[in-house]
């Protein structure tokens, strides 16, 4: 090793060459020859092996479940026979042509009969993004630091969500034609580069800042006359797309969501305020973080402490280092640039944040803190890529059971509520089709007991609609079904919050009859209620349907115990518990049935519970004053009287 180049260092910033006849001055490689061939290229391959911790830490998820959104996209590409792509394509407010309309006409079907595929469709894109950033940077940086700067967005928590919904696409597009766009630029191909910027920008609009720093990506023009004819094209470019967007918008009557503009949060909350929102939430959705303070949160802070003061340390102590970072000051500066820009383009979003939104300006925090850090030593680099690796790994997984809600993160999506929401949706399209592989054309479904934002995520009558090919068929909702029982509808899909399968399927002519069975109850007709209550048992055929189990089982508990079967009613209403534990009518029925027993003790156990489930139940008072007024009077029980079931 010659003394110059151990003077260097380790490190991936080498001095400029001189240039040849006609040529400007740019940065060599490490060894002086250009970058390895990609096959030869030990830290490509690594480049691409970075979606491997990020496709684990997506495991026993449902990938690629389509969910919200993407009915409207879907029913777009494949129910509606006039398409264009001068419009949204399904959306309301932007005019994305290349992952809305080219995007669903490609893989709608893919989407909807194998939707992991599409998953990984996803992620081998995302490791081509990264190889293309490797590639541009390796032409001046060594292989490792040019891996950990290409590979950074890939180990964050919100590029799950890129990759595992088929909605985000949008930010799988205009990263990987960002990337190939500074790839070609990096080479002086400004004519494909232009031609990527288009397709980034119409894929998404935060590519305007590509737009307008790709002519000062560090070495690459030879002199500013060609950095000054490329910046005009991209400004050409960055005007025509503004101006197509604009009409395309104003013909299409595309507007922003105005509940998000015009919420009460946002209209009190000032630009200042914003945009620092904006830069804390990317730069803890760059650690993995949630939007919300976390127990990892110091942890996080002083390992980036101390990255920082060993950096500046050896900054302070070590001249070779300084060097470095002098040859490294225009891509950190560069890098450092692309990240303000697109974190401040987070701003009009407030209040709704999601993670996988920083994943853009990532790209740039991850260039500017691997220049920096690599020019103090590589080795710092490498930390950085463990103590991400280290925080993607401990990231909340997937949700495997599906309850009424999930604990507050900050975000309006992230990971856990996106897999929350495909596992219901998988699970509803799954039971669905084992039972009815087709349905008739005008078919009505109705939709009972969701779990919070499953309405949501079904788009309307747009989910049923896509599984089944056919615009004609719609949802119902419960209520309106009770309200008219007559209507002729197929099934009721009833969610089962909190249990595996998270759907069950109950036959309206079950629920018609609890509905007949109820004012029997009211009535005191106990016997005809039986009656009722064992013609619709018969007719459910679904066993996991366990909200109907449970409301047939506490009638008939109830009724029991009004017919003097009181140990049978008390056995079925500790079997309906065992089945839900906060159904409060039945652990009333259960006081009730304890009470006729003799065992008021347990009576009054039973209404603890129900206070604690539901405090100041007008019948749990009542049950309560009775059982007090005659443990005071001494007198002994005998099967009440009480008023019949009113849930």
């Not at 949204?88 to 669903?104: E, H, I, T």
């Not at 009190?268 to 305020?273: F, I, K, L, M, Q």
């Not at 519970?609 to 309560?624: E, L, N, Q, Y």
């Amino acid at each position: 090793m010659s003394p110059r180049r151990a003077a260097r260092g380790p490190g991936a910033f080498p001095r400029a060459r001189e240039p040849a006849a006609g040529h400007a001055a740019v940065e060599a490689p490490v060894r002086g020859a250009g970058p390895p061939r990609f096959l030869a290229d030990p830290w490509a391959w690594l480049t691409l092996a970075a979606v491997l911790p990020l496709a684990h830490a997506m495991r026993d998820a449902p990938w690629g479940e389509p969910v919200a959104e993407d009915f409207d996209f879907l029913h777009r590409a494949l129910l509606e026979h006039h398409r264009t792509l001068l419009d949204g394509g399904g959306s309301q407010a932007f005019w994305r042509p290349v992952p809305f309309q080219l995007y669903y006409a490609a893989f709608g079907r893919l989407i909807l009969g194998s939707p992991a595929v599409v998953t990984m469709v996803h992620l081998a894109l995302l490791a081509l993004g990264a190889l293309l950033l490797y590639r541009a940077l390796r032409l001046t940086w060594s292989g490792p630091l040019a891996w950990s700067a290409a590979t950074f967005t890939l180990l964050a928590e919100g590029t799950r969500t890129i990759a595992g919904w088929s909605a985000q696409f949008v930010d799988v597009a205009v990263f990987v034609a960002s990337a190939l766009a500074i790839h070609e630029a990096s080479r002086r191909r400004w004519c494909t580069a232009l031609a990527a910027l288009v397709v980034a920008l119409l894929s998404k609009e935060v590519a305007a800042v590509t737009g307008v720093l790709l002519p000062f990506i560090p070495g690459a023009a030879r002199d500013r006359r060609e950095r000054v004819r490329f910046a005009a094209g991209c400004a050409a470019v960055l005007l025509a797309w503004g101006i197509a967007s604009l009409a395309v918008r104003h013909a299409a009557g595309l507007e922003m969501p105005r509940h998000l503009l015009e919420s009460p949060e946002a209209a009190r909350t000032g630009w200042p305020a914003r945009i620092a929102w904006a830069f804390d939430g990317s730069l803890r959705a760059a650690a993995s973080l949630p939007r919300i303070p976390s127990p990892d949160d110091g942890r996080v802070f002083w390992a980036r402490l101390l990255l920082a003061a060993v950096a500046v340390l050896v900054f302070v102590l070590h001249a070779p280092a300084r060097a470095r970072l002098r040859r490294a000051a225009p891509w950190a500066a560069w890098g450092l640039a692309w990240f303000a820009l697109a974190t401040v383009t987070l701003a009009p979003l407030f209040p709704a944040w999601q993670s996988n939104r920083a994943q853009f300006g990532g790209v740039g925090l991850g260039l500017g803190a691997t220049a920096v850090l690599g020019a103090a030593h590589p080795a710092l680099a490498g930390a950085l890529v463990a103590g991400r690796l280290s925080q993607l790994e401990r990231a909340p997984l997937a949700v495997h059971v599906v309850t009424d809600s999930l604990p507050e993160t900050g975000a309006f999506m992230d990971w856990a509520h996106l897999t929350r929401l495909q596992r219901f949706l998988r699970a509803a399209r799954r039971t669905l089709a084992a039972r009815y592989p087709t349905l008739p054309h005008g078919a009505i479904v109705v939709q009972e007991n969701l779990p919070h934002q499953l309405e949501y995520a079904l788009g309307g009558d747009r989910a049923l609609q896509a599984w089944y090919r056919d615009p004609s068929l719609r949802w119902m909702r419960f209520d309106a079904f009770r309200e008219s029982t007559a209507t002729p509808v197929t099934t009721i899909v009833q969610g089962e919050s909190g249990r595996e399968p998270e759907v069950a399927l109950v036959e309206p002519d079950a629920v018609r009859l609890l509905f007949e069975a109820r004012p029997l109850i009211q009535a005191q007709r106990y016997a005809d209620a039986l009656a009722v209550l064992d013609r619709a048992d018969s007719a459910q055929r679904d066993t996991n349907a366990v909200k109907f189990r449970v409301t047939s089982g506490t009638w008939r508990a109830y009724a029991w115990v009004e017919t003097n079967r009181v140990a049978d009613a008390v056995a079925l209403a500790e079997r309906v518990l065992a089945m839900d534990p906060m159904h409060v009518l039945a652990r009333q029925v259960l006081a009730l049935g304890l009470e006729a027993q003799g065992d008021v003790v347990g009576a009054l156990r039973a209404l603890r519970v129900v206070d604690s489930i539901s405090p100041g139940d007008p019948m749990t008072a009542a049950m309560r004053a009775r059982i007090d007024a005659r443990l005071r009077s001494r007198v002994s029980p005998k099967a009440p009287g009480a008023s019949p079931p009113a849930r």
